[in-house]
């Protein structure tokens, strides 16, 4: 079973940093894109940074210049540098990938189970 894990959540005050870990795991054939959304209460899940297996980079305009999502293929493992973090920052944050297993070498679609990031005086 292939499987996404998300780390390195946590309550931090306005402009400071966090890395977040999304670690791909199970009967993995190959990793393609990986991404990062974030869904604060009350509004609709969001489009952070995505990273394809090449290395290309795509962010949107609220964190350009902010984040930086990063990729270890070796280890399937994909990061989020948060810095100079908002208030409006705050969010669970999601993993996304598109992998294929080593069952029948299909590309689906995979998701986290979100981790939290605070930002807070």
């Known amino acids: 079973q292939v499987q996404l894990v998300e780390s390195g959540g946590g309550l931090v005050q306005p402009g400071g940093s966090l890395r977040l870990s999304c670690a791909a795991s199970?009967?993995?054939?190959?990793?393609?894109?990986m991404g990062w959304y974030r869904q604060a209460p009350g509004k609709q899940r969001e489009l952070v940074a995505t990273?394809?297996?090449?290395?290309?980079?795509n962010y949107a305009d609220s964190v350009k210049g902010r984040f930086t999502i990063s990729r270890d293929n070796a280890k399937n493992t994909a990061y989020l540098q948060m810095t100079s973090l908002k208030l409006e920052d705050t969010a669970v944050y999601y993993c996304n990938s598109e992998m294929s297993s080593g069952g029948d070498y299909v590309r689906r679609d995979y998701w986290g189970q979100g981790t939290q990031v605070t930002v807070s005086s």
């Open positions: 990273i394809m297996r090449a290395g290309t980079t």
């Open positions: 199970g009967r993995i054939f190959r990793v393609y894109a």
